[in-house]
């Protein structure tokens, strides 16, 4: 009886995933694999059994996610602001110079 075993790259290509998550998924058991020497190998009928495993998304109803109205949004946003901005955001004032600073602290 031959039995072909599916490489990374060729269960990769068939799930349409990278490597680098088959290799995650393989770390940390969520994937049927044989380990062979330090190789990872994958049975085609383990990983069918698998990808069965999952519920199928046609069975299932799309969850609705409810929209929120825009003023909604806006209320956000204004809380936002007048927790962040005073009323002295936006002026210019000079800035000080380190001079002055050294005359104010009696430095001279």
């Known amino acids: 009886m031959y039995l072909h075993m599916l ?6 290509a068939w799930l ?3 490597q680098s998550t088959l290799y995650l998924w393989v770390s940390k ?3 049927p694999c044989r380990r062979i020497h330090g190789l990872v ?3 085609p009928e383990a990983i069918q059994v698998w990808l069965n495993s999952f519920s199928s998304t046609s ?3 799309p969850h609705r996610v409810s929209r929120r109205k825009a003023g909604d949004v806006d209320h956000l946003i204004e809380a936002a ?3 962040v901005y005073t009323s002295r955001h936006g002026e210019t004032r000079p800035t000080a110079s380190p001079l002055g600073k050294e005359n104010n602290d009696g430095a001279r």
């Open 7 to 12: 490489t990374v790259k060729e269960l990769s």
């Open 59 to 61: 069975n299932m109803r």
């Open 41 to 43: 190998r994958f049975e």
């Open 16 to 18: 349409n995933i990278k």
């Open 81 to 83: 602001k007048r927790a």
């Open 29 to 31: 058991n969520k994937i």
